[in-house]
C-alpha cells in the first residue's frame, strides 16, 4: 500500500465549478497535511496546510481532513483556467521529517 | 529574494563527470531536504537533514553525496550517474518540530540530464 494515494487524473472541470480532490494516507500517527500546486516544468507551491479534523478555508481552497478515516481532501471553489496544474497531497508522519507526497492528481479547467 | 535558491537551473552532464547542486534557503529554518522528481512519478525524497546532521538516506545510489555545512546551505554532489538519473532536483526547507511537521517550500529546482 502506498503511503499517500491520489487519483492521478486528469480531473476535468468546467469553468465556474468546484473541484474536488482526495488524498488517503496510511500512517495513522501522522500529524500534519499539506496540499501543494504543481505547474507544468515548475516547482510545487504550498497552497493549504492542515492539522486539526475538520475544515479549512483560504480564498477559494478548502481543505478537509477527517483523521479517522485517514483522509484529507481539497476543494477549489469557482475553478479558473489559471487553477489547471497538478495538486500533490502531502504528508508529514509521525517520526521526524519526512514530508510523503502523493502522485498528484492533474486537473484541467475548461472555459 | 525568493526563500529557497537552487543552482544551476539546468544541468547537462556525461556519465564520466562529477558536478555539485546547490541550494540555499534565507527562511531561517533548520531542515532541509532533496527530492528527485522524474517525468510522470511521484516526488521522492532522497535525503534529510535536520539541524545540519542527515536524518534520512532513502536508499539512495552512492553516486549522490549530499553535504550540509550548515543551516541554511545544502548541496548534492553527482558523480558517475547514469542516463535514469535524469530529473528534476528538487530542494525544499522547513522548521524542524518533533511530533508536528511544518510545511515545506521548495526552490526552483535543477533540470538535470545525464548524456
Known amino acids: 500500500q502506498k503511503e499517500v494515494e491520489q487519483n492521478s487524473g486528469p480531473l476535468s472541470v468546467p469553468e465556474g465549478a468546484i473541484a474536488s480532490l482526495n488524498c488517503t494516507y496510511s500512517?495513522?500517527?501522522?500529524?500534519?497535511f499539506f496540499w501543494y500546486r504543481q505547474y507544468s516544468g515548475k516547482s510545487p507551491e504550498l497552497i493549504m496546510s492542515?492539522?486539526?479534523?475538520g475544515d479549512k478555508e483560504d480564498g477559494r481552497f478548502t481543505a478537509q481532513l477527517n483523521k479517522a478515516s485517514q483522509y484529507v481532501s481539497l476543494l477549489i471553489r469557482d475553478s479558473q483556467p489559471s487553477d489547471s496544474a497538478t495538486y500533490l497531497c502531502a504528508v508529514n508522519q509521525a517520526a521526524g521529517n519526512k514530508l510523503t507526497f502523493g502522485g498528484g492528481t492533474r486537473v484541467l479547467v475548461k472555459p | 529574494e525568493t526563500g529557497v535558491t537552487q543552482t544551476p537551473r539546468h544541468l547537462v552532464m556525461g556519465m564520466t563527470n562529477k558536478k555539485s547542486l546547490k541550494c540555499e534557503q534565507h527562511?531561517?529554518?533548520?531542515?532541509m531536504y532533496w527530492y528527485k522528481q522524474s517525468a510522470k512519478k511521484p516526488l521522492e525524497l532522497m535525503f534529510v537533514y535536520s539541524l545540519e546532521e542527515r536524518v534520512e538516506n532513502n536508499s539512495v545510489p552512492s553516486r549522490f553525496s549530499p553535504e550540509c555545512p550548515n543551516s541554511s546551505h545544502l548541496f548534492l554532489h553527482l558523480h558517475t550517474l547514469q542516463p535514469e538519473d535524469s530529473a528534476l532536483y528538487l530542494c525544499a526547507s522547513s522548521h524542524s518540530r518533533p511530533g508536528t511537521g511544518a510545511e515545506a517550500f521548495f526552490g526552483q529546482g535543477t533540470r538535470l540530464t545525464v548524456v
Open positions: 500512517d495513522r500517527g501522522s500529524q500534519s
Open positions: 492542515i492539522y486539526s479534523n
Open positions: 527562511l531561517g529554518h533548520n531542515a
